[in-house]
């Protein structure tokens, strides 16, 4: 069983950063390539990031790409979203995801999920 934990959200101003992490049990996380999804309000999970075992692939949505850096330390097993000048429309509860496989955006190849933390961008 692997739970995931996520921190790191607040309320930030337009242009703003934050770092996001995810924290995560198990013996297999050296293993799992790890994804953050979102989700504003009324609207569908939405891939952002992902980023394989190694940490030598990483892949973004086109609406965070130059913006956002998703990065592990399997040492800590620890996944973490840095998340550059933010946008009113980055406004969402984000999720960070496990999964064994390597279909990156698919949200339903992401086995477990953590219970999200919130990021509110002010304008």
């Known amino acids: 069983q692997v739970q995931l934990v996520e921190s790191g959200g607040g309320l930030v101003q337009a242009g703003g950063s934050l770092r996001l992490s995810c924290a995560a049990s198990?013996?297999?996380?050296?293993?799992?390539?790890m994804g953050w999804f979102r989700q504003a309000p009324g609207k569908e999970r939405e891939f952002v990031a992902a980023?394989?075992?190694?940490?030598?692939?990483?892949v973004y949505a086109d609406s965070v790409k130059g913006r956002f850096t998703i990065s592990r330390d399997n040492a800590k097993k620890t996944v973490y979203l840095q998340m550059n000048t933010l946008k009113p429309e980055d406004t969402a509860v984000y999720y960070c995801?496990?999964?064994?496989?390597?279909?990156?955006?698919?949200?339903?190849?992401?086995?477990?999920w953590g219970r999200g933390t919130q990021v509110t961008v002010s304008s």
């Open positions: 995801a496990f999964q064994y496989g390597s279909r990156w955006s698919a949200r339903n190849a992401y086995a477990y």
């Open positions: 198990g013996r297999t996380f050296s293993s799992a390539t």
């Open positions: 980023i394989s075992w190694s940490g030598s692939t990483s």
